[in-house]
Protein backbone atom coordinates (compact mmCIF):
# COMPACT_ATOMS: atom_id res chain seq x y z
CA UNK A 1 0.00 0.00 0.00
CA UNK A 2 2.65 2.17 1.01
CA UNK A 3 4.28 1.66 -2.93
CA UNK A 4 0.86 2.79 -4.36
CA UNK A 5 0.76 6.14 -2.13
CA UNK A 6 4.62 6.68 -3.81
CA UNK A 7 3.24 5.74 -7.08
CA UNK A 8 0.43 8.23 -6.85
CA UNK A 9 2.65 10.98 -5.23
CA UNK A 10 4.88 10.61 -8.78
CA UNK A 11 2.27 10.60 -10.80
CA UNK A 12 0.84 14.03 -9.34
CA UNK A 13 4.68 15.42 -9.53
CA UNK A 14 4.33 13.71 -12.81
CA UNK A 15 1.42 15.61 -13.80
CA UNK A 16 2.99 18.98 -12.88
CA UNK A 17 6.15 18.17 -15.26
CA UNK A 18 3.96 17.32 -18.02
CA UNK A 19 1.81 20.42 -18.01
CA UNK A 20 5.38 22.57 -18.56
CA UNK A 21 6.84 20.09 -20.63
CA UNK A 22 3.97 20.56 -22.83
CA UNK A 23 5.05 24.15 -22.85
CA UNK A 24 8.71 23.01 -24.21
CA UNK A 25 7.94 20.70 -26.57
CA UNK A 26 5.28 22.76 -28.15
CA UNK A 27 7.79 25.51 -28.33
CA UNK A 28 10.30 23.55 -29.88
CA UNK A 29 8.10 21.93 -32.00
CA UNK A 30 6.80 25.32 -33.96
CA UNK A 31 9.88 27.55 -33.27
CA UNK A 32 12.60 24.97 -32.96
CA UNK A 33 14.41 26.94 -29.88
CA UNK A 34 14.52 25.85 -26.68
CA UNK A 35 12.39 28.80 -24.26
CA UNK A 36 14.78 28.52 -21.04
CA UNK A 37 12.45 31.47 -19.40
CA UNK A 38 9.16 28.92 -19.67
CA UNK A 39 10.07 27.75 -15.90
CA UNK A 40 10.11 31.12 -14.67
CA UNK A 41 6.86 31.92 -16.05
CA UNK A 42 5.66 29.64 -13.72
CA UNK A 43 7.09 31.28 -11.04
CA UNK A 44 4.96 34.44 -12.37
CA UNK A 45 1.83 32.72 -12.47
CA UNK A 46 2.19 31.54 -9.03
CA UNK A 47 2.77 34.92 -7.59
CA UNK A 48 -0.01 36.26 -9.66
CA UNK A 49 -2.45 33.62 -7.99
CA UNK A 50 -0.58 34.12 -4.60
CA UNK A 51 -1.15 37.68 -4.53
CA UNK A 52 -5.01 37.63 -5.95
CA UNK A 53 -5.97 34.76 -3.57
CA UNK A 54 -4.07 35.82 -0.22
CA UNK A 55 -3.66 39.76 -0.63
CA UNK A 56 -6.91 40.66 -2.42
CA UNK A 57 -8.94 37.45 -1.31
CA UNK A 58 -10.03 36.56 -4.75
CA UNK A 59 -11.91 32.71 -5.25
CA UNK A 60 -8.63 30.45 -5.78
CA UNK A 61 -10.53 29.70 -9.09
CA UNK A 62 -10.40 33.16 -9.60
CA UNK A 63 -6.44 33.62 -8.97
CA UNK A 64 -5.73 30.89 -11.31
CA UNK A 65 -7.87 32.22 -14.25
CA UNK A 66 -6.50 35.86 -13.70
CA UNK A 67 -2.66 34.04 -13.64
CA UNK A 68 -2.81 31.86 -16.77
CA UNK A 69 -4.22 35.18 -18.56
CA UNK A 70 -1.32 37.32 -17.10
CA UNK A 71 1.31 34.50 -18.01
CA UNK A 72 -0.40 34.36 -21.49
CA UNK A 73 0.36 38.02 -22.31
CA UNK A 74 3.75 37.44 -20.45
CA UNK A 75 4.50 34.56 -22.85
CA UNK A 76 3.33 36.70 -26.40
CA UNK A 77 5.07 39.18 -24.72
CA UNK A 78 8.67 37.67 -24.16
CA UNK A 79 8.51 35.97 -27.84
CA UNK A 80 7.37 39.31 -29.42
CA UNK A 81 10.31 41.32 -27.62
CA UNK A 82 12.88 39.05 -27.72
CA UNK A 83 12.89 36.04 -29.75
CA UNK A 84 10.61 37.20 -32.61
CA UNK A 85 13.81 40.14 -33.91
CA UNK A 86 16.34 36.58 -33.84
CA UNK A 87 14.10 34.20 -35.99
CA UNK A 88 16.95 34.35 -38.46
CA UNK A 89 19.60 34.48 -36.22
CA UNK A 90 21.83 30.97 -35.69
CA UNK A 91 20.20 28.98 -32.65
CA UNK A 92 22.85 29.62 -29.80
CA UNK A 93 22.26 33.32 -30.04
CA UNK A 94 18.29 32.55 -29.44
CA UNK A 95 19.17 29.93 -26.90
CA UNK A 96 21.45 32.39 -24.81
CA UNK A 97 18.91 35.13 -25.20
CA UNK A 98 16.47 32.77 -23.40
CA UNK A 99 18.84 31.84 -20.59
CA UNK A 100 18.71 35.76 -20.07
CA UNK A 101 15.73 36.21 -20.14
CA UNK A 102 15.10 33.20 -17.60
CA UNK A 103 17.45 35.47 -15.70
CA UNK A 104 15.58 38.74 -16.15
CA UNK A 105 12.11 37.24 -15.22
CA UNK A 106 13.92 36.26 -11.74
CA UNK A 107 15.40 39.25 -10.73
CA UNK A 108 12.34 41.31 -12.08
CA UNK A 109 10.75 39.08 -9.71
CA UNK A 110 13.55 39.60 -6.90
CA UNK A 111 12.70 43.64 -6.82
CA UNK A 112 8.91 43.10 -7.27
CA UNK A 113 8.09 40.72 -4.46
CA UNK A 114 11.80 40.41 -2.84
CA UNK A 115 13.75 37.65 -1.78
CA UNK A 116 11.24 36.06 1.03
CA UNK A 117 9.71 33.04 0.47
CA UNK A 118 5.71 33.27 0.73
CA UNK A 119 3.76 30.39 2.05
CA UNK A 120 1.27 29.35 -0.96
CA UNK A 121 -2.39 28.94 0.01
CA UNK A 122 -3.42 25.55 -1.54
CA UNK A 123 -5.93 26.12 -4.41
CA UNK A 124 -8.51 23.41 -2.88
CA UNK A 125 -8.25 22.62 0.71
CA UNK A 126 -5.40 20.31 2.93
CA UNK A 127 -7.79 17.51 3.19
CA UNK A 128 -7.69 14.03 1.56
CA UNK A 129 -9.91 11.47 0.30
CA UNK A 130 -9.12 7.98 2.61
CA UNK A 131 -9.01 4.90 0.50
CA UNK A 132 -9.10 1.41 1.37
CA UNK A 133 -9.79 1.98 5.48
CA UNK A 134 -7.62 4.67 5.51
CA UNK A 135 -4.88 2.98 4.46
CA UNK A 136 -4.10 4.60 0.98
CA UNK A 137 -4.73 8.65 1.18
CA UNK A 138 -4.69 10.92 -1.98
CA UNK A 139 -4.65 14.56 -1.52
CA UNK A 140 -7.47 16.98 -3.15
CA UNK A 141 -4.48 18.90 -4.80
CA UNK A 142 -3.20 15.13 -5.74
CA UNK A 143 -6.67 14.39 -7.18
CA UNK A 144 -7.11 17.94 -8.92
CA UNK A 145 -3.44 17.64 -10.25
CA UNK A 146 -4.02 14.55 -11.83
CA UNK A 147 -7.39 15.20 -13.05
CA UNK A 148 -6.41 18.64 -14.64
CA UNK A 149 -3.23 16.99 -16.11
CA UNK A 150 -5.66 14.09 -18.07
CA UNK A 151 -7.85 17.28 -18.88
CA UNK A 152 -5.54 19.22 -20.57
CA UNK A 153 -3.97 16.47 -22.25
CA UNK A 154 -6.77 15.32 -23.94
CA UNK A 155 -8.33 18.87 -24.78
CA UNK A 156 -4.76 19.57 -25.92
CA UNK A 157 -4.61 16.94 -28.39
CA UNK A 158 -8.04 17.35 -29.71
CA UNK A 159 -7.42 21.35 -30.30
CA UNK A 160 -3.80 19.72 -32.26
CA UNK A 161 -5.31 17.24 -34.35
CA UNK A 162 -9.09 18.39 -35.36
CA UNK A 163 -8.96 22.16 -35.47
CA UNK A 164 -7.91 24.05 -38.17
CA UNK A 165 -6.12 26.52 -36.10
CA UNK A 166 -3.81 23.57 -34.54
CA UNK A 167 -3.65 21.81 -38.25
CA UNK A 168 -1.88 24.69 -39.18
CA UNK A 169 0.52 24.31 -35.99
CA UNK A 170 1.35 21.14 -37.35
CA UNK A 171 1.72 22.51 -40.91
CA UNK A 172 4.39 25.36 -39.47
CA UNK A 173 6.35 22.81 -37.30
CA UNK A 174 6.82 20.69 -40.48
CA UNK A 175 7.87 23.70 -43.17
CA UNK A 176 6.69 26.99 -42.44
CA UNK A 177 8.19 28.30 -45.89
CA UNK A 178 5.37 25.62 -47.14
CA UNK A 179 2.82 26.76 -44.64
CA UNK A 180 3.34 30.36 -45.63
CA UNK A 181 2.37 29.48 -49.36
CA UNK A 182 -0.77 27.79 -47.96
CA UNK A 183 -1.90 31.48 -46.41
CA UNK A 184 -0.96 30.60 -42.60
CA UNK A 185 0.20 33.40 -41.20
CA UNK A 186 3.53 31.74 -39.30
CA UNK A 187 4.07 34.81 -37.16
CA UNK A 188 0.77 34.47 -35.44
CA UNK A 189 0.72 30.57 -34.97
CA UNK A 190 4.15 31.08 -33.42
CA UNK A 191 2.74 33.63 -30.83
CA UNK A 192 -0.37 31.47 -30.00
CA UNK A 193 1.99 28.60 -29.29
CA UNK A 194 3.70 30.65 -26.71
CA UNK A 195 0.31 31.57 -25.11
CA UNK A 196 -1.10 28.46 -25.11
CA UNK A 197 2.25 27.17 -23.55
CA UNK A 198 2.04 29.59 -20.84
CA UNK A 199 -1.12 29.40 -20.06
CA UNK A 200 -0.13 26.29 -19.11
CA UNK A 201 2.39 27.10 -17.20
CA UNK A 202 0.21 29.56 -15.03
CA UNK A 203 -1.90 26.07 -14.29
CA UNK A 204 1.83 23.90 -13.54
CA UNK A 205 2.40 26.85 -10.83
CA UNK A 206 -0.40 26.88 -9.21
CA UNK A 207 -0.54 23.60 -8.52
CA UNK A 208 2.92 22.94 -8.03
CA UNK A 209 3.01 25.28 -5.45
CA UNK A 210 -0.14 23.93 -3.55
CA UNK A 211 1.83 20.75 -3.64
CA UNK A 212 5.25 22.57 -2.78
CA UNK A 213 3.97 25.70 -0.41
CA UNK A 214 7.22 27.66 -0.62
CA UNK A 215 7.64 30.77 -3.11
CA UNK A 216 10.32 32.15 -4.13
CA UNK A 217 11.58 34.05 -7.52
CA UNK A 218 13.59 30.79 -8.26
CA UNK A 219 10.58 28.90 -7.36
CA UNK A 220 9.83 27.79 -10.91
CA UNK A 221 13.83 27.25 -12.09
CA UNK A 222 14.32 23.69 -11.05
CA UNK A 223 11.14 22.20 -12.42
CA UNK A 224 11.34 24.03 -15.41
CA UNK A 225 14.67 22.17 -15.90
CA UNK A 226 13.07 19.11 -14.45
CA UNK A 227 9.81 19.59 -16.99
CA UNK A 228 12.27 20.35 -20.06
CA UNK A 229 14.05 16.56 -18.97
CA UNK A 230 11.11 15.15 -19.29
CA UNK A 231 10.01 16.68 -22.85
CA UNK A 232 13.52 14.99 -23.76
CA UNK A 233 12.61 12.03 -22.75
CA UNK A 234 9.46 11.63 -24.00
CA UNK A 235 10.77 12.81 -27.23
CA UNK A 236 10.83 16.56 -27.67
CA UNK A 237 8.26 18.38 -30.36
CA UNK A 238 6.05 15.30 -29.25
CA UNK A 239 2.91 15.89 -27.05
CA UNK A 240 2.30 12.57 -26.00
CA UNK A 241 5.61 12.38 -25.35
CA UNK A 242 5.72 15.10 -22.95
CA UNK A 243 2.92 13.21 -21.05
CA UNK A 244 4.77 10.17 -20.86
CA UNK A 245 8.00 11.76 -20.05
CA UNK A 246 6.42 14.35 -17.44
CA UNK A 247 4.78 11.12 -15.91
CA UNK A 248 7.59 9.01 -15.78
CA UNK A 249 10.06 11.34 -14.59
CA UNK A 250 7.89 12.43 -11.78
CA UNK A 251 7.51 8.47 -11.02
CA UNK A 252 10.97 7.86 -10.74
CA UNK A 253 12.00 11.08 -8.78
CA UNK A 254 9.23 9.82 -6.04
CA UNK A 255 10.97 6.30 -5.92
CA UNK A 256 14.09 7.12 -5.81
CA UNK A 257 13.38 9.46 -3.03
CA UNK A 258 11.88 6.87 -1.34
CA UNK A 259 13.89 3.71 -1.89
CA UNK A 260 17.37 5.03 -3.13
CA UNK A 261 18.21 8.10 -1.41
CA UNK A 262 16.48 11.55 -1.65
CA UNK A 263 19.74 13.47 -1.90
CA UNK A 264 20.45 11.05 -4.67
CA UNK A 265 17.00 11.44 -6.69
CA UNK A 266 17.87 14.17 -9.20
CA UNK A 267 21.07 12.13 -9.94
CA UNK A 268 18.94 8.91 -10.52
CA UNK A 269 16.40 11.02 -12.56
CA UNK A 270 19.01 11.85 -14.63
CA UNK A 271 21.74 8.62 -15.13
CA UNK A 272 17.90 7.10 -16.00
CA UNK A 273 17.68 9.95 -18.98
CA UNK A 274 20.78 9.27 -20.04
CA UNK A 275 19.78 5.41 -20.71
CA UNK A 276 17.32 6.17 -22.17
CA UNK A 277 18.60 8.50 -24.73
CA UNK A 278 21.48 5.77 -25.36
CA UNK A 279 18.79 3.37 -26.43
CA UNK A 280 16.92 6.24 -27.97
CA UNK A 281 18.30 9.32 -29.15
CA UNK A 282 15.33 10.86 -29.97
CA UNK A 283 13.45 10.26 -27.01
CA UNK A 284 10.50 7.59 -26.06
CA UNK A 285 8.47 8.55 -28.25
CA UNK A 286 10.58 11.35 -30.39
CA UNK A 287 10.34 10.79 -34.21
CA UNK A 288 13.88 9.82 -35.99
CA UNK A 289 13.80 12.11 -38.90
CA UNK A 290 13.09 10.38 -41.83
CA UNK A 291 12.46 12.06 -45.82
CA UNK A 292 11.61 10.51 -49.12
CA UNK A 293 13.10 12.61 -52.00
CA UNK B 1 -1.21 45.97 -70.74
CA UNK B 2 -4.05 46.23 -67.65
CA UNK B 3 -5.30 43.23 -68.41
CA UNK B 4 -2.60 41.10 -67.19
CA UNK B 5 -2.99 38.67 -64.28
CA UNK B 6 0.86 38.71 -63.51
CA UNK B 7 3.27 41.82 -64.51
CA UNK B 8 6.79 41.24 -63.46
CA UNK B 9 8.44 44.78 -64.05
CA UNK B 10 11.98 45.42 -63.80
CA UNK B 11 12.48 43.51 -60.36
CA UNK B 12 16.18 43.41 -59.36
CA UNK B 13 16.81 40.48 -56.48
CA UNK B 14 19.63 40.37 -54.33
CA UNK B 15 21.10 37.48 -51.60
CA UNK B 16 23.13 39.05 -49.54
CA UNK B 17 26.20 40.43 -52.39
CA UNK B 18 24.73 38.12 -54.79
CA UNK B 19 22.70 39.75 -57.80
CA UNK B 20 20.67 36.86 -58.37
CA UNK B 21 17.51 38.32 -60.44
CA UNK B 22 19.13 41.31 -63.08
CA UNK B 23 15.90 43.51 -64.05
CA UNK B 24 13.79 40.77 -65.91
CA UNK B 25 10.22 42.06 -66.59
CA UNK B 26 7.33 39.63 -68.20
CA UNK B 27 3.64 39.15 -67.91
CA UNK B 28 0.96 36.23 -67.74
CA UNK B 29 -2.58 37.20 -69.00
CA UNK B 30 -5.67 35.53 -68.41
CA UNK B 31 -6.05 31.67 -69.35
CA UNK B 32 -2.44 31.55 -70.46
CA UNK B 33 0.63 28.90 -69.77
CA UNK B 34 3.52 31.22 -69.43
CA UNK B 35 6.85 29.09 -68.65
CA UNK B 36 10.50 30.12 -67.68
CA UNK B 37 12.91 28.32 -68.33
CA UNK B 38 16.25 27.74 -68.29
CA UNK B 39 19.41 26.07 -66.63
CA UNK B 40 20.04 25.34 -63.20
CA UNK B 41 20.89 28.57 -61.35
CA UNK B 42 19.35 31.17 -64.07
CA UNK B 43 17.41 32.18 -61.34
CA UNK B 44 13.96 30.74 -62.29
CA UNK B 45 12.73 29.91 -58.90
CA UNK B 46 13.63 33.31 -56.88
CA UNK B 47 11.70 34.75 -59.55
CA UNK B 48 8.98 32.66 -58.36
CA UNK B 49 9.68 33.27 -54.31
CA UNK B 50 9.94 36.99 -55.23
CA UNK B 51 6.14 37.09 -56.80
CA UNK B 52 5.38 35.02 -53.95
CA UNK B 53 6.91 37.28 -51.32
CA UNK B 54 8.41 34.81 -49.74
CA UNK B 55 11.35 36.66 -51.02
CA UNK B 56 11.66 41.04 -51.63
CA UNK B 57 12.80 42.87 -54.76
CA UNK B 58 15.85 45.84 -54.46
CA UNK B 59 13.82 47.11 -56.95
CA UNK B 60 11.01 46.77 -59.98
CA UNK B 61 7.28 45.80 -59.24
CA UNK B 62 5.41 42.77 -59.04
CA UNK B 63 1.58 43.43 -59.60
CA UNK B 64 -0.93 40.70 -59.32
CA UNK B 65 -4.50 41.77 -60.67
CA UNK B 66 -3.69 45.12 -61.60
CA UNK B 67 -2.64 45.68 -57.63
CA UNK B 68 1.38 45.96 -56.28
CA UNK B 69 2.09 42.93 -54.05
CA UNK B 70 5.12 45.03 -52.82
CA UNK B 71 3.54 45.77 -49.36
CA UNK B 72 1.76 42.45 -48.68
CA UNK B 73 2.96 39.50 -46.85
CA UNK B 74 3.28 36.22 -48.21
CA UNK B 75 0.54 34.86 -46.47
CA UNK B 76 -1.76 37.60 -47.62
CA UNK B 77 -0.80 36.77 -51.64
CA UNK B 78 -2.14 33.60 -50.82
CA UNK B 79 -5.87 35.00 -50.35
CA UNK B 80 -5.61 37.29 -53.33
CA UNK B 81 -5.67 34.58 -55.51
CA UNK B 82 -1.88 33.45 -56.15
CA UNK B 83 -0.78 29.83 -55.06
CA UNK B 84 2.59 28.29 -55.87
CA UNK B 85 3.56 24.59 -55.58
CA UNK B 86 7.05 25.07 -54.34
CA UNK B 87 10.29 23.42 -55.84
CA UNK B 88 11.05 19.54 -54.49
CA UNK B 89 6.99 19.36 -53.81
CA UNK B 90 6.96 20.15 -49.57
CA UNK B 91 4.07 18.93 -48.79
CA UNK B 92 3.61 18.40 -45.53
CA UNK B 93 4.85 14.73 -44.78
CA UNK B 94 3.78 13.95 -41.20
CA UNK B 95 -0.04 15.16 -41.71
CA UNK B 96 -2.65 12.55 -44.35
CA UNK B 97 -3.34 13.75 -47.25
CA UNK B 98 -6.89 14.87 -46.87
CA UNK B 99 -4.66 17.11 -43.79
CA UNK B 100 -2.93 18.53 -46.91
CA UNK B 101 -5.32 19.36 -49.07
CA UNK B 102 -7.22 21.25 -46.14
CA UNK B 103 -4.26 23.26 -45.55
CA UNK B 104 -4.44 24.13 -48.98
CA UNK B 105 -7.82 25.15 -48.22
CA UNK B 106 -6.82 27.23 -45.22
CA UNK B 107 -7.78 30.85 -46.35
CA UNK B 108 -10.71 29.55 -47.60
CA UNK B 109 -14.05 30.56 -45.34
CA UNK B 110 -16.38 28.12 -47.61
CA UNK B 111 -17.35 24.90 -47.54
CA UNK B 112 -14.54 22.97 -48.94
CA UNK B 113 -15.75 19.46 -50.03
CA UNK B 114 -16.96 20.51 -53.25
CA UNK B 115 -13.16 21.39 -53.85
CA UNK B 116 -12.15 18.38 -52.31
CA UNK B 117 -13.97 16.39 -54.53
CA UNK B 118 -12.95 18.41 -57.84
CA UNK B 119 -8.88 17.95 -56.89
CA UNK B 120 -9.80 13.87 -55.70
CA UNK B 121 -11.76 13.73 -59.37
CA UNK B 122 -8.94 15.32 -61.33
CA UNK B 123 -6.31 12.98 -58.42
CA UNK B 124 -8.17 9.91 -57.95
CA UNK B 125 -4.74 8.46 -56.86
CA UNK B 126 -4.75 10.78 -53.98
CA UNK B 127 -8.98 9.71 -52.73
CA UNK B 128 -6.97 6.31 -52.17
CA UNK B 129 -4.85 7.64 -50.17
CA UNK B 130 -6.82 10.29 -48.30
CA UNK B 131 -6.07 9.51 -45.08
CA UNK B 132 -2.54 7.97 -45.32
CA UNK B 133 0.05 10.28 -44.29
CA UNK B 134 1.69 11.88 -46.64
CA UNK B 135 5.49 11.29 -46.36
CA UNK B 136 4.93 7.83 -46.82
CA UNK B 137 3.09 8.82 -50.92
CA UNK B 138 6.05 8.21 -53.82
CA UNK B 139 7.58 11.45 -55.66
CA UNK B 140 5.01 10.96 -58.30
CA UNK B 141 1.56 10.86 -55.45
CA UNK B 142 3.50 14.13 -53.23
CA UNK B 143 3.67 16.10 -56.90
CA UNK B 144 0.06 15.26 -57.00
CA UNK B 145 -1.03 16.16 -53.95
CA UNK B 146 1.42 19.31 -53.71
CA UNK B 147 -0.86 20.73 -57.14
CA UNK B 148 -3.83 19.55 -55.73
CA UNK B 149 -2.96 21.25 -52.48
CA UNK B 150 -2.18 24.76 -54.42
CA UNK B 151 -5.65 23.98 -56.45
CA UNK B 152 -7.82 23.72 -52.94
CA UNK B 153 -6.63 27.48 -52.58
CA UNK B 154 -8.94 27.94 -55.89
CA UNK B 155 -5.95 30.29 -57.34
CA UNK B 156 -6.41 33.12 -60.02
CA UNK B 157 -2.73 32.27 -60.78
CA UNK B 158 -1.15 28.84 -60.36
CA UNK B 159 2.91 29.08 -60.36
CA UNK B 160 4.46 25.68 -60.57
CA UNK B 161 8.24 25.12 -59.89
CA UNK B 162 9.73 22.26 -61.69
CA UNK B 163 7.06 19.74 -61.01
CA UNK B 164 9.25 17.12 -63.22
CA UNK B 165 12.09 17.34 -60.98
CA UNK B 166 12.93 13.70 -59.87
CA UNK B 167 10.14 12.01 -61.41
CA UNK B 168 10.52 9.00 -63.80
CA UNK B 169 9.59 9.86 -67.20
CA UNK B 170 6.07 8.36 -67.28
CA UNK B 171 5.05 10.56 -64.29
CA UNK B 172 6.68 13.51 -65.58
CA UNK B 173 4.39 12.68 -68.84
CA UNK B 174 1.28 12.05 -66.64
CA UNK B 175 2.24 15.62 -64.39
CA UNK B 176 2.42 17.59 -67.99
CA UNK B 177 -1.29 16.37 -69.27
CA UNK B 178 -2.61 17.16 -65.91
CA UNK B 179 -0.98 20.76 -66.08
CA UNK B 180 -2.23 20.58 -69.94
CA UNK B 181 -5.55 19.50 -68.46
CA UNK B 182 -6.10 22.26 -66.04
CA UNK B 183 -4.84 24.90 -68.70
CA UNK B 184 -8.12 23.29 -70.83
CA UNK B 185 -10.46 24.40 -68.29
CA UNK B 186 -9.22 27.72 -68.15
CA UNK B 187 -6.25 27.82 -65.29
CA UNK B 188 -3.69 30.57 -65.92
CA UNK B 189 -0.73 29.30 -64.79
CA UNK B 190 3.18 30.30 -64.69
CA UNK B 191 5.58 27.45 -65.02
CA UNK B 192 8.63 27.09 -63.93
CA UNK B 193 10.87 23.64 -65.66
CA UNK B 194 14.51 22.44 -66.43
CA UNK B 195 12.82 19.92 -68.88
CA UNK B 196 12.43 22.81 -71.47
CA UNK B 197 10.98 20.24 -74.41
CA UNK B 198 8.21 19.41 -72.35
CA UNK B 199 7.59 22.58 -70.48
CA UNK B 200 7.18 24.39 -74.30
CA UNK B 201 5.08 21.76 -75.70
CA UNK B 202 2.47 23.02 -73.46
CA UNK B 203 2.84 26.33 -72.98
CA UNK B 204 1.28 29.38 -74.73
CA UNK B 205 4.16 31.49 -74.42
CA UNK B 206 8.08 31.53 -72.82
CA UNK B 207 10.32 33.15 -71.77
CA UNK B 208 14.40 31.90 -71.90
CA UNK B 209 16.54 33.12 -68.63
CA UNK B 210 20.00 32.91 -67.97
CA UNK B 211 22.44 34.01 -64.80
CA UNK B 212 19.49 36.10 -63.95
CA UNK B 213 18.73 37.72 -67.06
CA UNK B 214 15.54 37.12 -69.81
CA UNK B 215 17.62 36.21 -72.96
CA UNK B 216 14.69 35.01 -75.19
CA UNK B 217 11.23 35.07 -75.88
CA UNK B 218 8.28 34.00 -77.91
CA UNK B 219 5.56 31.38 -78.23
CA UNK B 220 6.59 27.63 -76.94
CA UNK B 221 6.39 26.91 -80.82
CA UNK B 222 9.05 29.58 -81.74
CA UNK B 223 11.14 28.43 -79.02
CA UNK B 224 11.23 24.86 -79.67
CA UNK B 225 11.61 25.70 -83.25
CA UNK B 226 14.59 27.82 -82.70
CA UNK B 227 17.74 27.13 -83.01
CA UNK B 228 19.44 28.47 -80.21
CA UNK B 229 16.89 27.13 -77.92
CA UNK B 230 17.57 23.96 -79.22
CA UNK B 231 21.48 24.12 -79.18
CA UNK B 232 21.11 25.20 -75.11
CA UNK B 233 18.45 23.28 -73.36
CA UNK B 234 16.83 20.74 -75.77
CA UNK B 235 19.89 18.79 -75.97
CA UNK B 236 21.03 19.51 -79.74
Known sequence: MIFLNYFISGISLGSIYAIIALGYTMVYGIAKMLNFAHGDVIMVGAYVCFYAVSRYEFPPFVGVILAMFVCTVLGMLVERLAYKPL??????????????????????????????????????????????????????????????????????????????????????????????????????????????????????GALLCSAYPTLMPTTGALPGIKAFTAAVFGGIGSIPGAFLGGLMLGVIEIFAKAYISSQLSDAVVFAVLIIVLLVKPAGLLGKQAQEKV | MSDAVLNVENINVYYGSIHAIKGISFDVYDGEIVTLIGANGAGKSTTLNTISGLLHPAT????????????????????????????????????????????????????????????????????ERMNQVAGTLSGGEQQMLAMGRALMSRPKLLMLDEPSMGLAPILVEQIFDIIADLHRTGATILLVEQNAQMALSIASRGYVMETGKIVTTGTGQELLASEAVRKAYLGG
Open chain 2, 60 to 127: GSVSFLGESLAKIPPHKVVERGLAQVPEGRRVFAQMTVQENLEMGAYTQTQNISDDLEKVYSLFPRLK
Open chain 1, 87 to 204: RQAPSLAVLITAIGMSYFLQNTALLLWSSNPKVFPSIVGRGAFKLFEGKLSVSHITALTISACVVIMIVLSLFISKTRLGKAMRACSEDKGAAQLMGINVNATISLTFAIGSGLAAVA
